[in-house]
Nanobody
Framework: QVQLVESGGGLVHSGGSLRLSCAVS?????MGWFRRAPGKEREFVAR????????YYADSVKGRFTISRDNAKNTVYLQMNSLKPEDTAVYYC??????????????????WGQGTQVTVSS
C-alpha cells in the first residue's frame, strides 16, 4: 500500500513563494500535484516521473512552479514562486502506478495525499 504525506502549505502574500513536500512510501511510476479551489473542480498542476525525472506542467503554472523529486528520500516537491491569489487551493499529491497513465487524468492516479491548504492574499 502506498501512502503519501504532504506538508508545506500556508498563507503567503501575492508574489511570494512556498514549497510543498510529499513523502512517499512504496514504489510508483510517477507523481503528480493537483489542486482544488473553492467551488471548482480538481485540476492538474504538475507531474514528474521517478525514473529520468521528466516533467509536465499545466499552462497556468508553467514558468512559476517547479516539480522535483529526491529519489533517495522518496519525496516529491512543488516549488511555487510568483504566487497569485488564483493559486489559492487545497493542493494534493498523487501517485500513478502505470507507465500508461496520462499526466492530467485524475483517474490514472491510484493514491492521494490528504491535501494541504495554500492561501495567497492579494
Amino acid at each position: 500500500q502506498v501512502q503519501l504525506v504532504e506538508s508545506g502549505g500556508g498563507l503567503v502574500h501575492s508574489g511570494g513563494s512556498l514549497r510543498l513536500s510529499c513523502a512517499v512510501s512504496g514504489r510508483t511510476y510517477a507523481m503528480g500535484w493537483f489542486r482544488r479551489a473553492p467551488g471548482k473542480e480538481r485540476e492538474f498542476v504538475a507531474r514528474i516521473r521517478w525514473s529520468g525525472g521528466s516533467t509536465y506542467y499545466a499552462d497556468s503554472v508553467k514558468g512559476r512552479f517547479t516539480i522535483s523529486r529526491d529519489n533517495a528520500k522518496n519525496t516529491v516537491y512543488l516549488q511555487m514562486n510568483s504566487l497569485k491569489p488564483e493559486d489559492t487551493a487545497v493542493y494534493y499529491c498523487a501517485a500513478a502506478r502505470s507507465p500508461l497513465s496520462l499526466p492530467t487524468r485524475t483517474d490514472d492516479y491510484s493514491y492521494w495525499g490528504q491535501g494541504t491548504q495554500v492561501t495567497v492574499s492579494s
